[in-house]
């Protein structure tokens, strides 16, 4: 109801008398039934959850209102995050509502539109990086080791934390833990914080089970999967363009203890995943969001049994970051008439019969 995570779950927080309560409206984001793709694949019982209601868009929000509330604590002086584009557009968001200098560096010309957009409104410093995520990750540790500013990307532990809120959202509404959650993986943050929020959940006797964590990465960005760094990533999901995962350990630990999986799904399947999330959905989320469903599809397609099965998938983000590529991959053509009736009626109900 707006009152943020950190007003929601204080005792399952690092929240002390000392830490601001802030909150920019994070979390409580939509666990959506699926009306179409579920029974065409069989599964009684689908939820997507809608984590690009968030405030800037992304899931990214849970964790940096964590992360800017204890660096308030600790009287910073300021922020610096490395970014595919997200975790940029909360830290600047943050920063602009608690009046903080945050410093963004973005691996250049791998970063889509609306996240950038959104780090140069709200009034971060935008540094582009001749290289890729994993380079701007390295640099953005050494120097908040040399000074004075705080890392708030995901190797900060307080973002862990703010994040395994989403995991007690779904317990919370679906009265138990669902059978297998399914998730894209990059830096791997997301999932380890899953994991801890439902085994958390469990420990306290909220829910009787735990979900099978089934973690996607793409096809030419899949270094878990691999059992190796990859040293040049590449996928059209640049979410989830990470060669070597910060918290790799963490999602071993959530895909071993889980009995799950980390996956790979190619570009294809996550393209055909976003294309079907919106036209068959109404789910408008980014191509790295659309990994999780692509996972769902290629289980299916391999013969997992659904039916039975509680699932939800992890929609991580916002469409509308991306456009362009939304544009370009509807296939959609628009189509041009005169300003009249007739030529309205002809390309509409004209041309079904
Ligand atoms: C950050 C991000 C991911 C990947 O999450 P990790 O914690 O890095 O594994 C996936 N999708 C979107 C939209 C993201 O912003």
Wanted: hydrophobic share 40%.
């Amino acid at each position: 109801m707006g009152a943020g995570v950190l007003n929601t779950y204080p005792d399952l927080l690092p929240v002390t008398s000392a830490t601001p309560i802030i909150t920019m409206g994070e979390g409580d984001t939509p666990l959506v039934r699926s009306n179409r793709l579920g029974r065409e694949l069989g599964c009684t019982e689908l939820y997507f959850k809608l984590e690009g209601c968030n405030p800037t868009g992304s899931f990214k929000d849970r964790g940096m209102v964590m992360a800017i509330a204890k660096a308030l604590e600790e009287g910073t002086k300021a922020i610096m995050c490395a970014s595919t584009g997200n975790t940029s557009a909360s830290a600047a968001a943050f920063g602009a509502y608690c009046d903080i200098p945050t410093f963004v560096l973005i691996p250049k010309g791998e970063v889509a539109m609306g996240k950038l957009a959104q780090a140069m409104i709200y009034g971060a410093k935008v540094i582009m990086i001749n290289g890729n995520f994993d380079a701007a990750l390295g640099m953005v540790r050494e120097f908040t080791q040399r000074n004075d500013v705080t890392l708030v990307n995901s190797v900060n532990p307080h973002r862990i934390e703010g994040q395994k809120t989403a995991a007690f959202e779904i317990v919370d509404k679906l009265g138990g833990a669902p059978d297998m959650l399914f998730i894209p993986v990059g830096n791997a943050g997301n999932i380890t914080a899953y994991w801890k929020g439902f085994r958390e959940y469990q420990d306290l006797g909220r829910s009787q089970a735990l979900p099978r964590m089934m973690g996607f990465q793409a096809e030419g960005a899949a270094p878990i999967v691999r059992g190796e760094p990859v040293a040049r990533p590449q996928t059209i999901a640049s979410a989830i363009r990470i060669g070597n995962p910060a918290t790799w350990n963490g999602a071993i630990e959530a895909r071993d203890g889980s009995g799950g999986v980390i996956d790979a799904v190619s570009d294809d399947e996550i393209l055909e995943a976003y294309r079907l999330l919106a036209n068959k959905e109404g789910i408008f989320c980014e191509p790295a969001s659309a990994a999780s469903f692509a996972g769902l599809m290629k289980m299916h397609r391999q013969g997992m049994d659904l039916s039975d099965k509680r699932i939800v998938c992890i929609c991580t983000g916002n469409g509308l970051k991306d456009p362009d590529l939304a544009v370009s991959s509807s296939g959609g053509q628009t189509i041009e008439v005169p300003a009249n009736i007739e030529a309205l009626e002809a390309v509409t109900i004209g041309s079904e019969s």
